[in-house]
């Protein structure tokens, strides 16, 4: 530890930290800068204003078991409010960084400068392959220090405007590349995203939460009226419910920036109402009604921003009735191929739309400082009920995940009294409800399928299949159809149960076709069963060739016969030809008690009239979502 008197008031400075250059006297807020064993001045940099981050000087952290020390603060400034950069020491001689954003902490290590990199080639959204890593640029801006206490690594410059590009990679992985005012390569900073309990830094030397009290109950500038701000601490900009006034917050007052136009009417959600959400409570701070505009139609869309001090800012949005709860997802673990589809979680995303989205109404409270009229290229990649979102801007690029909710959801999330606005059309990641059934439809089609199956096979094997008469009957050349030489009676046969009857019939007619009707009598109770079947086999010559045309066996089912005791007459008919050269012949045979095949096909038919309806509503209601789609 080197301590002395700093050189601007004579009070007791101290430099503990081995790897400090310059420490800010706490009383002065002179920069103090070692040279040797002497002290000197480098001028003096602006006092720290409270803020609502938990993290102060001298807390102590363990990062992987290795334990560390903050010893430094810096904030920094682009003009839309102050963010904490806090350095720290390790026991093992490391140093690093930690920022904070939006309730997520970055701890980064300095992994020094990277030459060839240019500020101007890098932009929000592009992918950048770096230190072995393949990275997401979310932001390019740039910012000033503007306060600083206890120990830091280098000397301050308040007027030096630095330029930044921020990244993210898979599983958490942060990169910021620090190129100072643009003249220099960046030097390169790598850490991971953690939350406030990684730290590792015990809760009683944590900072409570500071709380901007003059915006707890401020007024509006322009009408008077009590705004009752939800998050002052987060709070950059405030849109007045009552006359619409759009209110600048970044000094911790209110100033006047312009009128705007207030929604038609009232919010679904009311400012200020609370509600729980994916296992935490949120209050509604903000609102904004967005649209796009694809083929000259204006579509609007609103967007509910809700607060949670230990989780941060998520939106719920409205369109048409359908309702997205959206969550913000570091852009580097997505895998994105533009305007196709997005990769997350081992999941795929069909790129949806692609629009530009313009803020057409504000009214609440925001983190950033929001605008009318601001624009930004949306991408919306589905795989329902989840969705990867894209907004980008010229400096910046954000990602959230999103998934579809249930209008009564909300309701009931909200305690909301007023019925929900009725859904029109299909959203782009709405759950298909004949979808979630499907599984389930083929699943016991299946099973009953496979039990026709069994049962067909049973009656196949448990059947007689018995032969009760087999004829061979010659039709004489010169008969004539209708007469009693085209006729023949077999003889009686016994049929000792009730069951089905297969009729076979085979012939062989040359030239000409044979008609066979058969009549099957029950000699005890002269019931007859009727049956009339066609062969034929015709051949010539054309154009083309030898041609054939032939129908020389023939078979059908009859209902089932009783038992008894039958006789079969068949009876033929054909085209009179008193020319004919020999006899026709035809074979008749007749197959009792074996399984007809059309019950099991109108049963197997029946069967895939659920899966085939199941699958066509299914593949309607797709259809009608992706015809939506501007893609």
Known sequence: MTQGKCPSCGAMVEFTAGSAQVVVCGYCQTVVARKGLDFESHGKIGSIVPTDSPLQLRAEGRYRKAAYTIVGHLQKDHGAGPWDEWYVEFADGRTGWLSESEGTFHLMFDMGPEEGVVLEDLHPGERLHLRDRAWVIEERGHGRVVAA????????????????????????????LDFGTRGHSPEVFVGEALKLEQLGIPAGQLRPRVRKVELQQARCTQCNGNLSLRAPDKTLRVACPYCGALLDARQGKLSFLRMLEKPSRPLIIPLGTKGKLDGAEWICIGYLERSCTVEGVRYPWEEFLLYNASRGFVWLMNSNGHWVFLKPLPAGDVSLSPDVAAFYEHRRYKCFQHVTAVTDKVLGEFYWTVRVGERAQASEYVSAPYSVNV??????????????????????????KEPMPQREGIAPSQPNPHQSGLRSVFVWTGLWILALFVLSAVLSLTAAKTVVLEKAVVVPPDATPGTPAAMHFSEPFELPKRGNMRVEISGTPFNEWLGIQGDLVNQDTNDVVLFYEELSYYRGNDGDGEWTESNMSTSTYLSPVP??????????????????????????????DTPNSSWFCFALGLMVVGPVVALYRSHSFETRRWAESNV
């Open 563 to 592: 038992a008894g005791k039958y006789a079969l007459r068949t009876t033929a008919s054909f085209e009179a030809n008193p020319r004919r050269p020999r006899p026709m012949t035809y074979r008749v045979k007749l197959i009792h």
């Open 149 to 176: 206490a206890g120990q830091l690594p280098s000397d301050v410059d308040p007027t030096q405007d630095a330029w930044y590009v921020d990244a993210t990679g898979p599983k958490g992985a942060f990169l910021t």
């Open 391 to 416: 907004d980008a801007t010229d400096d910046e690029v954000s990602y959230t995940h999103g998934e579809y909710l249930e209008p009564e959801v909300v309701k009931e999330a909200f305690g909301l």
